[in-house]
């Protein structure tokens, strides 16, 4: 992949951050989502809540199960970026146990961009009908219950810096074999809508994260639910409020290490940053949605009752499937976990 980008730098000279990450997650063949690397899971480069522990898609499927039952939701169920499967296999599982009416009767979409994935996919949920598309815009309409985990942390983003007086944008330009980053004195028109629409003021010496791509596809989401739920987690800022750190969140990850210099591994690593849930709340407003729950996730999955799913277990093998079980929830639960570092947002249309 670094042949290629030398040639789209050859072509254009400097390249927006938005535009590195997009060729290096999704270009067609060696994008890192795009890729056939295996990425989530313990042999691979991050972990996601599905894959520490099954009770993470219990709880989901009792949530959902509660709308559905109440006649609040629609029998229909979309997950955006399915990946491989792993969540929808245990949710279409656990979900049979708790109503088996209800799972006959569910109709699931998944929506994964990756050829990949989708292989992956069937391969894995083959007891289920589903229907796979690559795109939210392959759906007219939805009703039912949307839900995204680890979906909008993905969108490429560009970034800006104020320095004195000045707005600039961050242009990578290659030195050698080396990215290198370039301030120009230079902020479009996008941009400035999107820290005003935000009311975002960037302080002296701050970076921040501009993620156009992503706000316009979650307000086409938005547009997308006639009726329904739209049940968002993701990676966010502790703080409530949007703000983002000194100098920014983008970050690399690579076989579950920190990557600084998140320019290094194009189509070798993720490249993530904390979402603003300040932008997706306001969307959802004035979209016409009603919120109805924003916490972290931990305050979300315990007042789902995940310590109620531990297993009262007397036997001494620590690789008992009843300590395997409970070692996984306190995982997910542990006060340096995930899921102190996630939000649940739900929002009602």
């Given at each position: ?49 599905p894959k520490v522990s099954p009770v993470f898609a219990k709880l989901i499927a009792g949530y959902c199960l509660d709308y559905w039952k109440k006649g609040e939701a629609e029998i229909r169920f979309m997950e955006i970026a399915c990946g491989d499967g792993a969540f929808a296999s245990q949710f279409l599982s656990f979900l049979r146990e708790m109503d088996e009416g209800i ?247």
């Amino acid at each position: 992949m670094k042949k290629e980008l030398k040639k789209l730098f050859v072509d254009k000279e400097m390249l927006s951050v938005s535009d590195f990450m997009e060729y290096a997650l999704y270009h067609p063949v060696d994008g890192y989502y795009m890729n056939e690397h295996k990425k989530i899971g313990r042999s691979g480069d991050f972990l996601t809540s599905p894959k520490v522990s099954p009770v993470f898609a219990k709880l989901i499927a009792g949530y959902c199960l509660d709308y559905w039952k109440k006649g609040e939701a629609e029998i229909r169920f979309m997950e955006i970026a399915c990946g491989d499967g792993a969540f929808a296999s245990q949710f279409l599982s656990f979900l049979r146990e708790m109503d088996e009416g209800i799972s006959r009767n569910l109709e699931y979409i998944g929506i994964e961009k990756s050829h990949f994935h989708q292989k992956l996919f069937r391969e894995r949920v083959d007891f289920h009908s589903i229907e796979l598309y690559q795109s939210i815009s392959d759906i007219p309409s939805f009703r039912g219950i949307i839900f995204s985990n680890e979906w909008l942390d993905a969108f490429p983003v560009r970034i800006i810096e104020k320095s004195g007086e000045e707005m600039n944008e961050i242009m990578l330009c290659l030195e050698g074999d080396e990215i290198k980053e370039v301030k120009i004195n230079r902020v479009d028109e996008s941009i400035n809508d999107y820290l005003k629409e935000y009311s975002l003021k960037p302080q002296q010496g701050e970076r921040m994260e501009v993620p156009i791509s992503m706000e316009r596809e979650f307000k086409g989401l938005m547009g997308k639910l006639e009726k329904g739920i739209l049940l968002t987690i993701d990676y966010g800022s502790v703080e409530l409020d949007g703000n983002c750190e000194k100098r920014g969140t983008l970050r690399g990850f690579k076989a579950h290490h920190l990557i600084e210099d998140y320019y290094k591994y194009p189509g070798e690593m993720d490249i993530t940053y904390s979402v603003p849930f300040h932008v997706l709340r306001k969307i959802g407003e004035k979209a016409g949605a009603k919120e109805l729950l924003f916490q972290r996730q931990d305050e979300f999955l315990m007042e789902q009752g995940v310590y109620g799913e531990l297993k009262n277990c007397t036997s001494r093998d620590p690789f008992s499937p009843d300590k395997k079980w409970n070692r996984k929830i306190m995982q997910l639960m542990e006060g340096s976990g995930m899921s102190r570092l996630f939000h649940v947002l739900v929002q009602k249309k």
